[in-house]
């Protein structure tokens, strides 16, 4: 049985952050499995915005819309994230929520280190090389274990959307400008 939650309208600067997987324990805990590594997001924001799984996991989904869910404790467990809601009485309650999808405002967000990004901060920028030539726009970005690997969309010689792989590593990557969204980079279109 779904618990009372607030509804609510998803803030413009919105980011998924992760999906809640199941129940945890029997006090109304809920496991999160964070779309991050580093999941400082879920930990900061106090207020958590679901929406439904985008397929539904039973023949009818519990709730449309976003609901906002007010957290009292989010913390670290193995390869997750554990959290308590003052909305989330019981187990049977967390259940209810299990496949929900998980958002927090960008604003929310810690603010980052010198010379560190938030990977929803780079999607979008352009990247033009030393000499000026436009490389393309950041697509996504892909880890890759050792490092992480900007991935590009450009249009090519025959007019074709095409993609170029860049590791996102200080060898490579001369600046990064959020204002301007821009990113400078030590790399050639041969490459």
Do not use: C
């Not at 560190?116 to 352009?126: F, N, Q, S």
Request: hydrophobic letters at 45%; zero cysteines; aromatic letters at 10%.
């Amino acid at each position: 049985m779904l618990p009372t939650l607030e509804a609510a309208d998803l803030p413009a600067d919105a980011i998924e952050v992760g999906r809640i997987a199941d129940a945890w324990g029997i006090k109304g805990w809920f496991k999160v499995l964070p779309h991050s590594a580093s999941p400082e997001a879920l930990f900061s924001a106090k207020r958590w915005y679901l929406l439904p799984p985008d397929r539904p996991m039973k023949a009818s989904m519990p709730w449309t819309g976003a609901l906002l869910l007010k957290i009292k404790e989010a913390k670290d467990h193995s390869d997750s994230v554990v959290a308590t809601s003052l909305d989330i009485a019981d187990r049977n309650a967390a259940e209810a929520l299990r496949g929900a999808r998980v958002f927090v405002p960008r604003s929310s967000f810690p603010t980052a280190a010198q010379d560190e990004y938030y990977w929803v901060d780079l999607i979008g920028l352009d990247v033009f090389n030393r000499e000026g030539e436009a490389m393309g726009q950041v697509k996504e970005l892909l880890s890759t274990g050792p490092q992480t690997v900007l991935v590009l969309t450009y249009t090519d010689t025959q007019a074709k959307e095409a993609e170029r792989m860049i590791p996102f590593v200080a060898a490579f990557i001369d600046a990064v400008d959020l204002p301007g969204r821009r990113i400078t980079v030590d790399w050639q279109a041969d490459y």
